[in-house]
């Protein structure tokens, strides 16, 4: 098994930024991307940024590239998503979440799933 927390989130005006964490615990081995992904309401999941926890490739969706930054930190088992320039359009519940097998940037296979963080930006 594999744990996942968030953290990080919060209210910010448009142009601010924010770091969200996400801390993981337990079988972190056998999990080779981290992603982060976002759900606003009446929205369905989307997609934002994943990580190879071993090889270092990432990947954004369009909306957020240039803007956000994910990046691990091994030792402390971690993964942060550093965003910037931040609009109303990326106020969401935000989800680390891990896959055990293959690239992608579809939130069904992923396993683990943190609790998700706020993140509203005002205008």
């Known amino acids: 098994q594999v744990q996942l927390v968030e953290s990080g989130g919060g209210l910010v005006q448009a142009g601010g930024s924010l770091r969200l964490s996400c801390a993981a615990s337990g079988r972190t081995s056998s999990t080779y991307i981290m992603g982060w992904f976002r759900q606003a309401p009446g929205k369905e999941r989307e997609f934002v940024a994943r990580?190879?926890?071993?090889?270092?490739?990432?990947y954004y969706t369009d909306s957020v590239r240039g803007r956000f930054t994910i990046s691990g930190d091994h030792a402390k088992n971690t993964v942060y998503l550093q965003m910037n320039s931040l609009t109303p359009e990326d106020t969401a519940v935000y989800y680390c979440?891990?896959?055990?097998?293959?690239?992608?940037?579809?939130?069904?296979?992923?396993?683990?799933w943190g609790q998700g963080t706020q993140v509203t930006v005002s205008s």
């Open positions: 990580i190879n926890w071993y090889g270092g490739l990432i």
């Open positions: 979440a891990a896959s055990n097998s293959a690239y992608s940037s579809d939130y069904r296979n992923y396993a683990y």
